[in-house]
T-cell receptor
Framework: AQSVSQHNHHVILSEAASLELGCNYS??????LFWYVQYPGQHLQLLLK??????LVKGIKGFEAEFIKSKFSFNLRKPSVQWSDTAEYFC????????????FGSGTRLSIRP | KAGVTQTPRYLIKTRGQQVTLSCSPI?????VSWYQQTPGQGLQFLFE???????NKGNFPGRFSGRQFSNSRSEMNVSTLELGDSALYLC??????????????FGSGTQLSVL
């Protein structure tokens, strides 16, 4: 069964700092990978997704993620964070063998100091 | 286009009671998934419905059940509530869930408190 690990539970950064949130998944087959974000008081929404092709994926608001198959990782990055990036970030995996069963990680809370 | 609608927004129940939560997906979406969100646990997959059939199921006890109606609206039921069932229950919809790169659209959730 697939699973997702997010090792950082709470990250605190100052504005303009660079961000990298870790995500590792366990599944031997082909997967699609996602990052979702939940801003305070808002719905969960898609930040970016990888399904094929270029392993470096660009999403909204300057976020990007790199799929490294050999490491089973899909880390989220942003070169310079803003206060408005304060949110909870969830990594998710959807295995080809069980489409429609999207498994999420435990989430990383990002706090940005103004 | 209206988003995913979940009712009620808040619920307070006592141990042993049962509860029913409702979810109306985005118009045209036929796949509905349910998740339990708790601090530190993230989103735990409960089940997914498509065309009134449960297509996938997570690792929750049988007290958690669901169904989907012909108009794609879905309900989730929890019987014999336990304190540990206190959580935010999220519903998400997608077109048909057969494509693994489909995006999920989430509702605001139902915050269930079990006393």
């Amino acid at each position: 069964a697939q699973s997702v690990s997010q090792h950082n539970h709470h990250v605190i950064l100052s504005e303009a700092a660079s961000l990298e949130l870790g995500c590792n998944y366990s599944y031997g087959g082909t997967v699609n990978l996602f990052w979702y974000v939940q801003y305070p008081g808002q719905h969960l929404q898609l930040l970016l997704k990888y399904f094929s092709g270029d392993p470096l994926v660009k999403g909204i608001k300057g976020f990007e993620a790199e799929f490294i198959k050999s490491k089973f990782s899909f880390n989220l990055r942003k070169p310079s964070v803003q206060w408005s990036d304060t949110a909870e970030y969830f990594c998710a995996v959807n295995a080809y063998s069980s489409a429609s069963k999207i498994i999420f990680g435990s989430g990383t809370r990002l706090s940005i100091r103004p | 286009k209206a988003g995913v609608t979940q009712t009620p927004r808040y619920l307070i129940k006592t141990r042993g009671q049962q509860v029913t939560l409702s979810c109306s997906p985005i118009s045209g979406h036929r796949s509905v998934s349910w998740y339990q969100q708790t601090p530190g646990q993230g989103l735990q997959f409960l089940f997914e419905y498509f065309s009134e059939t449960q297509r996938n199921k997570g690792n929750f006890p049988g007290r958690f059940s669901g169904r989907q109606f012909s108009n794609s609206r879905s309900e989730m039921n929890v019987s014999t509530l336990e304190l540990g069932d206190s959580a935010l229950y999220l519903c998400a919809s997608s077109l048909d869930g057969t494509s693994t790169n489909e995006k999920l659209f989430f509702g605001s959730g139902t915050q269930l408190s079990v006393l």
